[in-house]
């Protein structure tokens, strides 16, 4: 029976060739989209649920009261986990993580950068490693051992065996290879290439015992049947009662929390203070999108079977008078939409083979399809299922309730009913397009916004270099053999590069200072000397800190607008405030500047003196000599006081440019899709408008003989289509504005959406569907009237 209504269903879609393809062809292109925001979605809702203690894993997190609101931050200080070790028995085992330390690592000859993270030996209990090689028990209790990945080992050592291997840490240390795990794998969230312990850091002096520095990540694994909320209340005032027992000029308020490791990567937005929202809001968004355009592309299907009614009338009339019953009728419809749900799946899996590496690219993942395992066809053959169900259930239903008599007498003309179905489904088709086009334009305007922001520094010709091997031992004589290749113009030494934001803090306060005003969060930024010239800061009165002249400047601070006015000075230069335990002198006001997201708001800054400590040197290149030349004088300098260390140098506009890099990706797959589905709407519009042409040939052709024009009767089988699109737009434009401010309200600077915002969708989804319409209507138009009166 089965074989007998798919050799039907086959003799029909060949019988009606044109709207088979734009059924396959439509319906491939969303099954495609849909499977790749799938496949997407499925790597971020996977990310570190593989180990196998991750039900008791959790994140030691703070929380706050931050301008009268609470929030909540992962940053925790390095002395923290040991002391909750030594406290708390229901902790099974903890790690500390202390990440992105690029050290040089050196093997006889062979000198390269390695991604290292600090952790406890207890790393290794909380999170599952796999090892290549060496033993788990005791790994890097021995301050001088070191564990590698599986590529780092083979980058540094080739084919030879590692384990035991002496390597050379920054020119300082030499440590042993413990241990080589297997590469960190695509679903975890880590990111490091080899693993150093925390003894390790106290012994090169990256350890400190500040209760108020909260600057690592601390993991714990609680005992089995340890109830959160109980532990939670146990320690919640741990943390802050520890920084308060030193602490004299501001109090700390917060309050720490155990929170699960397994969730974070999806839910990292701390506002509130929990953790409710964060990626898992891009999971939701990019989910109904997939939606979206499956439905679309399902939207024209359901259209085109019912548009055709007439011409399938009869053949139910006949089946009902030969015996055959409703159910036998709809499964009979059910399986022409399977079987065209298959080929669409087959030609959507091709089209997904081509077009994933671009899609990783812009996803920045390496998602793959493995077309060897039987879930993978399962998955596969269910969706086909389920898309040819959801496609083909309301024509089955609607086709096969005609009654016989009325089918057979010719009275048949379809349904009122059934043409204002049709309707509905076209405006939500276009609905569904023009959401996503208003979306796209508003995501594209804020990223241009943010990009136009005036940063309040001069990123052209601007770089920075990190300090490390003995850049610092020797950073006067680098600094002048730099200024005298006159390949740069001025040089500073800083905390943190411009746009990266390392280091914020409370307690800066002045006379005028309230006890309130103790709870105001700056941001900390360094200078040496020369900060102002070399990073392009508007000075708006006194003077620039500048070590090398005034030796007292160690002690004193530039401020931004924000911080004078946060500190309530009207004549801030000279000032005295006081800020981490000193009294700091004010010797100059710089105009507001953007450092960390280019999205923030702008926040209190104060620039420190030197002695504050110092990450980076900036340089500013000479624009009158060529670049490439420029960065080899200065390489030269580099080099010749850092032999060990490869130069490497990062140009500021470039790295501004890469903060938008997840929003920017974002956008594009937005406006991707929505041009998707556009594309699928418009192509089951102009098989509409094909399939009304045609049967209404022989009015068309008497209109062309009573003397209408071309334009009149492109307009006449035009102006109904152009009214769906009209009222899509009307119902597309309050649904988007709420989901766009909805999405804007995470962004401190921000644009406001605006009219014309939704003029250019509207205008854009006319333009597109007249010209859809048109070039159907006018080949209509312009075919012979006795061609079609010849058989009347």
Excluded at 4 to 15: D, S, V
Excluded at 164 to 182: C, E, F, L, P, W
Excluded at 244 to 273: M, R, V
Aim: some cysteine; hydrophobic content about 45%.
């Amino acid at each position: 029976m089965l074989k007998h209504y798919f050799t039907i269903a086959l003799r029909n879609l060949k019988k009606n060739k044109a709207f088979t393809a734009i059924n396959i062809v439509g319906l491939a292109i969303g099954m495609a989209g849909c499977l790749m925001i799938a496949l997407w979605l499925q790597n971020m809702l996977r990310m570190d649920r593989y180990h196998k203690k991750g039900d008791r894993v959790y994140i030691i997190s703070n929380r706050d009261d931050y301008e009268g609101s609470k929030f909540a931050w992962i940053n925790t200080p390095k002395i923290l986990g040991e002391a909750m070790g030594e406290e708390f028995a229901d902790l099974d085992s903890y790690s500390r993580y202390g990440d992105d330390n690029h050290f040089l690592t050196t093997y006889q000859h062979k000198k390269i950068k390695t991604n290292t993270s600090f952790v406890d030996p207890g790393f290794f209990d909380l999170f599952d490693l796999p090892l290549v090689s060496g033993e788990k028990r005791g790994l890097l209790k021995d301050p001088m051992s070191i564990v590698l990945t599986e590529s780092k080992a083979k980058a540094l050592f080739g084919e030879e065996e590692p384990i035991g291997k002496i390597i050379r840490i920054d020119s300082v240390n030499q440590v042993q290879v413990q241990a080589v795990i297997q590469d960190i794998p695509a679903n975890s969230s880590f990111d490091f290439e080899a693993l150093l312990s925390w003894d390790y850091a106290k012994k090169i002096g990256y350890y400190d015992e500040n209760w108020a520095n909260n600057s690592i990540t601390t993991f714990i694994l609680l005992k089995e049947n340890v109830q959160l909320a109980d532990f939670n209340d146990k320690i919640k005032t741990f943390a802050r009662d520890h920084t308060n027992i030193n602490n004299t000029y501001s109090k700390n308020t917060s309050e720490i929390f155990a929170t699960p490791y397994s969730d974070h990567y999806l839910y990292d937005n701390g506002k509130g203070g929990a953790y409710t929202s964060g990626r898992i809001d891009l999971v939701r968004l990019f989910a109904w999108i997939g939606v979206f355009i499956l439905l679309v592309a399902c939207i024209n299907f359901m259209n085109l079977s019912t548009a055709k009614s007439e011409l399938r009338a009869k053949e139910v009339g006949v089946r009902k008078v030969v015996g055959a019953g409703r159910k036998s009728l709809i499964v009979q419809f059910l399986s022409e939409s399977m079987l065209v749900s298959f080929l669409a799946m087959i030609l959507a899996v091709i089209i997904m083979i081509i077009v994933l590496p671009y899609f990783n690219q812009l996803v920045s993942k390496d998602l793959s399809i493995s077309f060897l395992t039987p879930v993978t066809w399962l998955f596969l053959v269910a969706f086909a299922l389920l898309t040819g169900l959801l496609a083909g259930i309301y024509p089955a239903f609607f086709l096969s309730r005609f009654t016989p008599i009325s089918t057979l007498k010719g009275k048949f003309k379809g349904t009122a009913k059934g043409v204002s179905i049709r309707s509905l489904l076209v405006v939500l088709q276009f609905t569904l397009a023009i959401i996503l086009v208003i979306s796209t334009v508003v995501v594209a305007k804020q990223i241009q916004h943010t990009k136009d922001r005036d940063r309040g520094y001069q990123e052209n010709g601007l770089a920075y270099t990190y300090i490390e091997g003995t850049i610092d031992r020797h950073y006067e004589q680098i600094r002048d053999e730099l200024l005298a290749s006159n390949a740069v113009l001025s040089v500073s030494k800083n905390m943190s590069p411009i746009t990266d934001r390392w280091s914020s803090g409370q307690g800066f306060t002045s006379d005028a200072s309230t006890e309130a005003d103790k709870r105001i969060n700056y941001v900390r930024f360094s200078s040496d000397a020369d900060g102002v010239k070399t990073l392009g800061f508007e000075l708006l009165a006194g003077r620039d800190i500048d070590i090398n002249t005034f030796p007292t400047d160690s002690l004193a601070v530039l401020l931004n607008e924000s911080a004078v006015q946060a500190l309530k000075l009207d004549d801030p230069v000279g000032s005295t405030i006081m800020g981490d335990g000193e009294k700091r002198v004010v010797v100059g006001v710089i105009k507001d500047f953007v450092i960390g997201s280019p999205f923030g708001k702008q926040e209190p800054a104060v620039v420190l003196g030197p002695h504050a400590w110092f990450n980076i040197i900036h340089y500013r290149l000479n624009p009158a000599k060529n670049t490439a030349e420029s960065l080899k004088a200065i390489e030269a300098v580099f080099k010749k006081y850092n032999p060990d260390y490869p130069f490497l140098y990062h140009f500021i506009d470039q790295v501004f440019k890469s903060k938008f890099k997840e929003t920017q990706a974002v956008g594009t797959i937005s406006m991707l899709f929505a041009g998707l589905t556009i594309f699928i709407a418009c192509l089951g519009l102009l098989a509409l408008v094909a399939y009304m042409a045609e049967t209404r040939v022989k009015e068309i052709a008497v209109r062309k003989v009573l003397g209408a024009s071309v334009t009149q009767i492109t307009l006449l089988l035009s102006h109904d289509f152009i009214k769906l699109v009209i009222l899509a737009i009307v119902i597309a434009s309050p649904v988007a504005w709420w989901a766009m401010n909805n999405w804007l309200k995470d962004y401190a600077y921000r644009i406001e959406i605006q009219w014309y915002y939704f003029l250019i969708a509207g205008f854009m989804a006319i333009g597109i569907s007249l010209v859809t319409i048109s070039f159907q209507s006018i080949k209509a138009s312009l075919a012979k009237p006795i061609d079609s009166l010849r058989n009347e």
